[in-house]
C-alpha cells in the first residue's frame, strides 16, 4: 500500500492503526473514563508491538488479521472476519483481580503488570486460534488446550521475561476459579475450554517443563506422593509441545 492511501485509509477511520502484513491493530471509541484508562495503559504497554513482532517472524498469516480493541463481545477470534476482539472491559477486569489480590505485595509485581501479563496471554490464545484457521493446521483434541499451548510456548521461548508473564496468566485463571462455586453445571462440562484450575496448573506445567532448574518451586502447591512424576512428565509434555507448535512456526532470522 502506498503512503497516500495509506494517509487516506487512516482519515477515514481514525480508530484504524496498520501494523504489519499481518496483524492491524483497530482501536474503537471509548465509551467512558475506565474504558479510556483501558486503551492508554494497553497503547502503553508495548503488547500489540510484540504480537505483531512474534507473528512477522514466526506465525505469518496468508490474510492480514485485525486485532479490535473495544468491542463488545470477547475476547475471541471471529473466523467469518478474521477478527480478534477484545473489550476494554477485559483489561479493567484483570486489573480487578490482580488487585484485589494484591498482586504487589505477594509477588513484587505491579497489578497493572500482571493485567497486560494476562492480555498478552489472550492476544496469542486468539491469535492462535486465527493461525490454525489461516493455515488449515490439523488439532486433535481441543483447539483452546492447543492454543493456551501455543501462547504459552512463544512467551516462554521468545519474550523476554515471558515464563514470568506466562504464570501471571495463569494466575488469572487462578483468581477466575476461585469465584466459581465448588461445583460446575452442565453447560461447565460442555465447554469447550478446559476448567480455569486445569488452565492455571497446565501453564505452570509448561513453564516448570521449560527450565525446572529455574522454576523449581514452581509446583511445590500441589502437594501428593504424585508430585515427582507429574514433574517428570512436565519435562516431557513442554519438549513435545514446543516441537510440534515449531512443525508449523517459521524459524525467526538471526541478526548476523
Not at 17 to 26: E, G, H, K, Y
Not at 47 to 71: A, H, R
Not at 101 to 122: C, F, M, R
Not at 213 to 238: G, M, P, T, W
Request: aromatic share 12%; net charge negative; hydrophobic share 35%.
Amino acid at each position: 500500500m502506498s503512503l497516500r492511501l495509506l494517509l487516506g485509509s487512516l482519515l477515514l477511520a481514525p480508530s484504524l492503526v496498520f501494523a504489519s502484513d499481518n496483524i492491524q491493530i483497530r482501536y474503537l471509541e471509548p465509551s467512558d473514563k475506565v474504558e479510556t484508562q483501558a486503551q492508554q495503559a494497553i497503547k502503553q504497554s508495548g503488547v500489540n508491538e510484540t504480537v505483531v513482532d512474534l507473528s512477522d517472524s514466526l506465525f505469518p498469516f496468508e490474510k492480514t488479521l485485525t486485532i479490535e480493541y473495544g468491542s463488545e463481545d470477547g475476547p475471541l477470534y471471529d473466523p467469518e472476519k478474521h477478527v480478534v476482539q477484545m473489550p476494554y472491559s477485559f483489561y479493567d477486569e484483570a486489573l480487578t483481580y490482580f488487585t484485589k489480590n494484591k498482586y504487589q505485595e505477594k509477588y513484587g509485581k505491579p497489578a497493572q503488570s500482571g493485567a497486560i501479563d494476562t492480555v498478552l496471554h489472550t492476544l496469542l490464545h486468539e491469535a492462535g486460534h486465527a493461525f490454525i484457521a489461516d493455515q488449515n493446521i490439523p488439532i486433535l483434541g481441543k483447539e483452546e488446550d492447543a492454543v493456551d499451548n501455543f501462547a504459552a510456548v512463544l512467551m516462554i521461548e521468545y519474550i523476554e521475561n515471558g515464563d514470568d508473564a506466562a504464570v501471571s496468566a495463569a494466575d488469572m485463571f487462578a483468581f477466575e476459579s476461585e469465584d466459581r462455586p465448588d461445583y460446575y453445571d452442565f453447560g461447565e462440562y460442555i465447554d469447550e475450554h478446559s476448567f480455569d484450575l486445569q488452565r492455571y496448573f497446565s501453564t505452570l506445567c509448561l513453564v516448570y517443563g521449560s527450565n525446572p532448574e529455574q522454576h523449581a518451586n514452581l509446583l511445590d502447591e500441589v502437594e501428593n506422593d504424585y508430585l515427582s512424576e507429574r514433574k517428570d512428565f512436565c519435562i516431557f509434555q513442554y519438549q513435545a509441545i514446543s516441537q510440534n507448535w515449531h512443525s508449523y512456526l517459521s524459524k525467526p532470522e538471526v541478526d548476523q
